[in-house]
């Protein structure tokens, strides 16, 4: 398993000085980057000993997928820059969340109808990450976050009816955690699963987790382990008072309950 963390452009140096193989950055950043910006940007970033695997963010939370007057040929164009400068930093594949940007609405009269449209726009999406050899993965969010898609089996089964191979899905600690969604999910799903996330999940506030903080990951690594997880799991922390000290510490809490997993299943 590979560690990575969340954050903006300005907070590399930190994430790498805390010993992390990757950081998971915003792409809506990224995207608003000028070309010399950019082009700067990356060569500090290909140089800064990291790798950018995955990013975060493809959609600004603002924009509302089924609203009336919503542009989609815009956003999709929005994803085309998106895909290709998170591949030119090495990107293979990049979370679709985005929860009330998908999220029905609750007048909705043609609940279904909606389903199709999401999956329309999610299925163009994947054709636009196809060109650039990236891969989609939906995120199951939490009731909180979103009212479309909220467990990993649902989201897997969402996933595999769009026909696109390149459409997968991931698990995220929070989201379980808040939609009650067992942790054998990961496992039964475990051939869609291509990508973690990982948070303190009681409170409201997204913090890095930490040994004695309350609660305990022990069964959501036991779950990665079982199923035989390989890929990134990134800590998704966005609230902090100290980003390098609090990470430099989550980062080897979170080295040892990889190990206690693997050890002591």
């Known amino acids: 398993m590979k560690f990575g963390c969340f954050g903006f452009a300005n907070q590399l140096d930190d994430i790498a000085a805390c010993g ?12 608003a980057m000028d070309a010399k910006s950019f082009s700067k940007f990356r060569e500090k970033a290909l140089g800064s000993g990291l790798t950018f695997e995955v990013f ?9 997928i089924h609203e009336n007057g919503f542009d989609r040929d815009k956003w999709l164009e929005h994803v085309d820059v998106a895909a290709r400068r998170a591949a030119l930093l090495g990107a293979r594949m990049i979370p679709f969340g985005a929860g009330k940007c998908r999220s029905i609405p609750e007048d909705c009269t043609d609940v279904p109808g909606a389903r199709r449209r999401a999956g329309d726009f999610i299925a163009r999406i994947c054709d636009i990450f ?6 989609l993965v939906i995120e199951p969010l939490g009731p909180a976050n979103s ?6 089996g649902e989201t897997a089964a969402f996933a595999r009816s769009l026909g696109k191979e390149n459409c997968h899905t991931m698990c995220d600690l929070r989201h379980m955690y808040k939609s009650e ?8 799903n475990r051939r869609e699963i291509r990508h973690a996330h990982i948070d303190y ?24 382990v ?28 979170l080295k040892k309950c990889e190990y206690e997993a693997l050890h002591r299943p």
């Open 20 to 31: 992390f193989d990757t950081a998971e950055l915003d792409l809506c950043e990224i995207v």
């Open 56 to 64: 975060s963010g493809l959609l600004p939370l603002s924009v509302r």
């Open 130 to 135: 196809q060109k650039y050899g990236l891969d």
């Open 147 to 152: 009212n479309f898609l909220n467990q990993v």
């Open 181 to 188: 969604d067992a942790f054998e999910a990961v496992f039964e």
């Open 201 to 224: 999940p009681k409170g409201e506030l997204r913090r890095f987790p930490q040994e004695g903080d309350g609660y305990s990951y022990a069964p959501y690594f036991r779950a990665l």
């Open 226 to 253: 079982r199923a035989d997880y390989q890929g990134i799991l990134t800590i998704e922390a966005s609230s902090y008072e100290n980003f390098r000290r609090e990470a430099d510490k989550s980062l080897g809490f």
